[in-house]
C-alpha cells in the first residue's frame, strides 16, 4: 500500500510540475551549466550502453513515465536489471543525440530541461524524433535526474 500512495505521490507531483512553464533562461547559471552538462553524460552513458554509468547520472528513487507507464525505480541497481538496449535494437536503434535543450525552470537546486532527441541507425539515419522532459536536481552536491517524461514509445 505505501508504495502505491508513494507511486501516487511522484505521479502528482510531476503532473504539477510539468504544468509550470517560464521562459528559457538565458543567464547560464552554475546549476543550469551543472544540469546541461548531467544530460550530458546521460547520453554518453547511454551511446555506450554502459549501465552503471548510466545509472551514475540518476538520482533515486527515479521516475521515468513513458510508454504509457510510470515507473519508479528506488535503486541503482533495480534500474541496472532492465534489458533495454536489446529491445532497442531490435527497432534498427544504433544510439541516439540530443536535438534541442531548452531550460523552462531553473532554481539552485532544480531544473527543467525540455529537450528534443533523436534515435539513429548504425547508419545516422534518424528512426525518430521524441520531446521529452528532464527534472535534474543536486543532491548532496551531485546533480543527477530525478525523473524524465518522454513522448518515446
Request: proline share 3%; with cysteine.
Amino acid at each position: 500500500m505505501r508504495l502505491l500512495t508513494q507511486k501516487f505521490c511522484y505521479i502528482g507531483l510531476l503532473i504539477g510540475l510539468c504544468n509550470l512553464s517560464a521562459a528559457a533562461s538565458a543567464s547560464g547559471s552554475p546549476a543550469e551549466k551543472a544540469a546541461l552538462g548531467t544530460l550530458d553524460q546521460f547520453m554518453v552513458a547511454f551511446n555506450a550502453r554502459d549501465m552503471q554509468a548510466w545509472a551514475d547520472t540518476l538520482h533515486f528513487p527515479h521516475i521515468r513515465i513513458a510508454s504509457g507507464q510510470v515507473s519508479i525505480f528506488e535503486s541503482a541497481e533495480a534500474f541496472q536489471a532492465r534489458k533495454v538496449f536489446d529491445s532497442l535494437k531490435k527497432t534498427g536503434w544504433s544510439r541516439s543525440q540530443w536535438i534541442d535543450r531548452t531550460i523552462t525552470l531553473s532554481s539552485p537546486h532544480k531544473v527543467h530541461i525540455e529537450t528534443i532527441f533523436e534515435r539513429l541507425d548504425a547508419d545516422g539515419a534518424s528512426i525518430g524524433r521524441y520531446q521529452s522532459l528532464y527534472i535534474v536536481t543536486q543532491q548532496n552536491g551531485r546533480w543527477g535526474i530525478q525523473a524524465r517524461s518522454s513522448l518515446a514509445p
